[in-house]
């Protein structure tokens, strides 16, 4: 199926660090969303981006859309151990019938040493 | 009751079974979608769900087929288990398209 590239796919980071991943696409989203999971959870929405260039911010992550529409990047700045997990991207795609569907990457498996 | 509630959390079937999951929705969330994570992987979309029709398929073969209903829940239904369905069935629901949608915690389901 299809997914998103996403980089790096890990990182090992010590606490107190930043950490930046991004997400590119051979195709254009008109909404990118960046998700994080945890062991035995679903995905939870951290940031979601809705027009091209648009920079926001939640706490410590800030998220960028691409002014091409293909791209997009996440900031973790000051990690803590509780950032451990797999952030993932996902693009929003239009699919058959009106849907909607998301389009993942890979996801980037955070390790934060105290 | 907020947030998206999946059961059962796991479960184990034998190739050839048939397995229905299932998916309670936050209230007024009309969207649902279903997607299957394999492991080391991104979720995939395996279809979504509009007010009770379906609306949107991914690459998946029929066997896979699906039901939502009035009182914002739905099923997943799985004929002919094969081996590389196993993987972690999510569900996730919406009130607006495109607004960012809440998942569940998913069923992880294997299949032997």
């Known amino acids: 199926g299809q997914q998103l590239n996403q980089s790096p796919q890990s990182m090992f980071i010590q606490e107190g660090e930043d950490v930046s991943m991004n997400c590119t696409s051979s195709s254009i989203f008109n909404t990118w969303l960046w998700y994080k999971q945890e062991p035995g959870e679903g995905p939870v929405l951290l940031i979601a981006l809705y027009k091209a260039g648009e920079l926001t911010s939640n706490g410590r992550l800030t998220a960028q859309f691409g002014i091409t529409r293909k791209d997009s990047f996440l900031n973790i700045s000051a990690s803590i151990p509780s950032d451990v997990g797999i952030y993932f991207c996902a693009g929003v795609n239009s699919a058959q019938g009106g849907s909607e569907k998301l389009v993942f990457g890979k996801g980037m498996k955070l390790t934060v040493n105290p | 009751e907020t947030g998206v509630t999946q059961s059962p959390t796991h479960l184990i079937k034998t190739r050839g079974q048939q397995v229905t999951l299932r998916c309670s929705s936050q209230s007024g969330h009309n969207t649902v979608s279903w997607y299957q994570q394999a492991l080391g992987q991104g979720p995939q979309f395996i279809f979504q769900y509009y007010r009770e029709e379906e609306n949107g398929r991914g690459n998946f073969p029929p066997r896979f087929s699906g039901l939502q209903f009035p009182n914002y829940s739905s099923e997943l239904n799985v004929n002919a288990l094969e081996l590389d369905d196993s993987a972690l069935y999510l569900c996730?629901?919406?009130?607006?398209?495109?607004?960012?949608?809440?998942f569940g915690s998913g069923t992880r389901l294997t299949v032997v």
């Open positions: 996730a629901s919406s009130s607006d398209r495109g607004h960012g949608y809440t």
